[in-house]
């Protein structure tokens, strides 16, 4: 059974650690996560952004898909299948109604005011429904399904009100971080992210994990993010593992075989990033 982030996080805040959120693209990336994260035994969270959930067939799909995986492969740790970035209302809302149990409502390219009027809509619909919410102060920079941005760090007063105002479950300040690859060293702002995790008694999360050097992940768990997505460095090694056996066996053409090629390296990024943010 899908669980919403509340206990999930709550603990990870406590006991300073941060839960990943791994995208989800289709039916072997969903797999993978689901099976390195039981074998480690470690609560996930599955994002889905709209892109995503468009290719994989719309929120039905996906739902089925994943509780589908969570019974045949008796997946026992709490799993949270989470909306990445919805739009609007309406994304949420259809996700919510087709059984995810949290969503993301990113309305930050509004202004605060806005941003708080459709995220409240968001809330009172979600948390009737026992669905958790994330929302968005700031813009992450860099490009995530074809929707790019340039960095506009959030500001403390901005998250308080946002908070106050929605009830959300949990906030992504932008901070300086980036979707994609980063261009340069990350410049996160840990000053800022500690005073708005003082000041807030929901989790943190920190959007652009992928790139970011350990030393930076684990002085942003230090300084409260308890949520890291991840997603970029999940399609990198996957996809040059696949490039290579295409290389090397040129007669290769069973699908099962050509997706089946990038599992190994995928699986052990995923290892690799679940201990970093393990890490005290
Ligand atoms: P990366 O592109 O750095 O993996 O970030 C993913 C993300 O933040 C999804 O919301």
């Known amino acids: 059974m899908l669980v919403n982030f509340k206990e ?3 603990q990870a805040k406590e006991n300073h650690y941060a839960v990943p959120h791994f995208n989800i693209n289709n039916l072997e990336w ?3 996560i689901l099976e390195v994260c039981q074998e480690m035994n470690i609560p996930v969270i599955l994002g889905v952004s709209e892109g995503a959930l468009k290719y994989m067939g719309g929120p039905h799909t996906v739902t089925g898909m994943v509780n589908g995986l969570i019974e045949d492969k ?14 609007s209302f309406d994304t949420c809302k259809k996700a919510i109604d087709a059984g995810f149990s949290s969503v993301m409502i990113d309305a930050s390219k509004h202004e605060l005011e806005e941003n708080i009027r459709i995220t409240k809509e968001v809330v009172d619909y979600a948390h009737e429904r026992g669905v958790t919410v994330e929302a968005e102060v700031g813009h992450i920079g ?3 399904d074809n929707v790019s941005s340039s960095i506009y760090n959030a500001r403390l007063e901005e998250c308080v009100e946002l908070y106050e105002k929605t009830g959300i479950d949990a906030i992504a300040p932008a901070l300086g971080s980036v979707h994609g690859f980063y ?7 840990f000053d800022t992210m500690k005073k708005i995790n003082d000041a807030l008694p929901i989790p943190l999360v920190l959007h652009g994990g992928s790139g970011i050097p350990d030393d930076k992940i684990q002085k942003a768990i230090e300084s409260g993010i308890s949520k890291i997505n991840v997603n970029t460095e999940l399609q990198y090694s996957f996809s040059t593992a696949v490039r290579k056996f295409l290389q090397e066996d040129e007669k290769a053409y069973d699908p099962r075989k050509v997706i089946g090629s990038g599992e190994q390296a995928m699986k052990e990024t995923i290892k690799k990033k679940i201990e970093l943010f393990q890490t005290k």
């Not at 026992?76 to 919805?86: A, K």
């Not at 261009?183 to 702002?189: A, F, I, R, S």
């Open 30 to 32: 969903t797999k993978y």
């Open 74 to 87: 008796q997946i026992t740790i709490p799993v949270c299948l989470h909306i990445d970035h919805g739009q």
């Open 142 to 144: 860099g490009t995530e």
């Open 183 to 189: 261009k340069g060293e990350p410049n996160l702002d």
């Open 8 to 10: 999930m996080l709550s």
